[in-house]
């Protein structure tokens, strides 16, 4: 494909990136403000929702752990990927934070998570700039 070409496909490929990235985070943004109250998941009836939306995110959460041992073999090589994967653990700990400011507390495996996202990522990822 002639530099021209594979150009302008580079750019379409990015601005449909851009346009089509719009849904996860008007969803995160969603979920993050309006967490249980979130449409289809405050019913007790929506079980099924509320059960697919905890296994996406389930999903998500091993995508991430995948993610960071991806990153052990070459971390030279892979520090971006790292420092990346650790702000989207950042980010969701911030979210679960409001809504331990909003909600109230939650039982102490949330806490002991919020424990890793805000206090040992940050620190790891400080640690990460150093190398």
Do not use: C, Q
């Not at 995110?57 to 990927?81: C, E, H, K, N, Y």
């Amino acid at each position: 494909m002639p530099d021209g070409a594979a150009g302008r496909e580079r750019t379409v490929f990015r601005l449909a990136v851009f346009v089509l990235a719009f849904v996860p985070v008007s969803a995160g943004l969603a979920g993050t403000l309006l967490g249980a109250g979130l449409p289809g998941l405050e019913a007790a009836t929506e079980a099924v929702n509320l059960d697919s939306h905890i296994r996406y995110l389930s999903g998500l959460l091993l995508g991430i752990g995948l993610g960071f041992w991806s990153t052990v073999m070459r971390p030279a090589i892979r520090l971006d990927r790292f420092r990346l994967l650790a702000v989207i653990v950042i980010a969701g700990g911030a979210a679960r934070l409001l809504s331990l400011l909003l909600a109230g507390w939650p039982d102490a495996p949330h806490v002991a998570a919020l424990a890793m996202e805000l206090v040992v990522t940050p620190a790891l990822l400080a640690w990460s700039m150093r190398l």
